[in-house]
C-alpha cells in the first residue's frame, strides 16, 4: 500500500546548527502534510503543516518545503539547540473523506550535540 | 487550557484479558482519534469517534472497539489482548471532524505479558 517513509532514520547535528529532516510520500493524492516532534514518554506535538498548494511555509525557527513533483517534503530547523532532540515524524492526509486518518512515516531520531 | 488527557498512563495485563483506555479532548475539540505506536515505529489510525459515532477505522480487527460520550470524551476497548497489543496507545482530538490538524495525549503505554 501507498505509505510515507524518510530517508534518514537518525541525525546528528551540533548546537546551533541548521537541520534537515527529509521525508518521502507516494500518494499522490495527498493534499495535507503535517510534521510531528516526539519527546521520549510523550504523544506526538505539532510543529507545521502545509497544504499542497502550497511549496513552502515558515514557523518560529522552522520551515516545510514541499515538492509535489518528486513528491518530498523536508522540515528545516533553525539554529538547533539540545531541546529540539526527539524523533520527527512527517504525516500526510489522503485526501476526500479520510478526517482523522493520518498516515505516518516511521520517523527520524534528531540529537543535538551541546 | 487543559490539552488531550488520557489515562491510565501505564497498563499491564496478561495474554487473552480486555483492556479500556479513556481519553479526554482538548477544550473546544469534538472528534477524538486514537493510534496505536508500536515501539519504534510511526502511529498507526485506529479509528476516529464523532457525535458519538465511528465514522472511519483503520485496519484493525473487530478485537478494537470504542465508544465516546456525549460530553466528547472516549473509550478505546480491546478485548482478547494478544502479545502484539503491546504499544502505546495514542488519543489524538480535533476541533471537528472536517479539521485535519490533529492534537495528540501523552498516550498509555500497554504491556502485555
Known amino acids: 500500500g501507498e505509505n510515507v517513509g524518510l530517508h534518514l532514520p537518525t541525525l546528528s547535528v551540533q548546537e546551533g546548527d541548521n537541520s534537515i529532516i527529509n521525508c518521502a510520500y507516494s500518494?499522490?493524492?495527498?493534499?495535507?502534510f503535517i510534521w510531528y516532534k516526539q519527546e521520549s514518554g510523550k504523544g506526538p506535538q505539532f510543529i507545521i503543516d502545509?497544504?499542497?498548494?502550497?511549496d513552502k511555509r515558515q514557523g518560529q525557527r522552522v520551515t516545510v518545503l514541499l515538492n509535489k513533483t518528486v513528491k518530498h517534503l523536508s522540515l528545516q530547523i533553525a539554529a538547533t539547540q539540545p531541546g529540539d532532540s526527539a524523533v520527527y515524524f512527517c504525516?500526510?492526509?489522503?485526501?476526500?473523506?479520510?478526517?482523522?486518518?493520518?498516515?505516518f512515516g516511521q520517523g527520524t531520531i534528531l540529537t543535538v550535540h551541546p | 487550557d487543559a490539552g488531550v488527557t488520557q489515562s491510565p498512563t501505564h497498563l499491564i495485563k496478561t495474554r487473552g484479558q480486555q483492556v479500556t483506555l479513556r481519553c479526554s479532548p482538548k477544550?473546544?475539540?469534538?472528534?477524538v482519534s486514537w493510534y496505536q505506536q508500536a515501539l519504534g515505529q510511526g502511529p498507526q489510525f485506529i479509528f476516529q469517534?464523532?457525535?458519538?459515532?465511528?465514522?472511519q477505522r483503520g485496519n484493525f480487527p473487530d478485537r478494537f472497539s470504542g465508544h465516546q460520550f456525549p460530553n466528547y470524551s472516549s473509550e478505546l476497548n480491546v478485548n482478547a489482548l494478544l502479545l502484539g497489543d503491546s504499544a502505546l496507545y495514542l488519543c489524538?482530538?480535533?476541533?471537528?471532524?472536517?479539521?485535519?490538524?490533529?492534537?495528540f495525549g501523552s498516550g498509555t503505554q500497554l504491556s502485555v505479558l
Open positions: 489524538a482530538s480535533s476541533r471537528d471532524r472536517y479539521n485535519e490538524k490533529l492534537f
Open positions: 500518494n499522490s493524492a495527498s493534499d495535507y
Open positions: 502545509i497544504r499542497s498548494n502550497m
Open positions: 504525516a500526510e492526509y489522503p485526501g476526500g473523506t479520510s478526517y482523522g486518518k493520518l498516515t
Open positions: 477544550s473546544g475539540h469534538d472528534t
Open positions: 469517534y464523532y457525535e458519538e459515532e465511528e465514522r
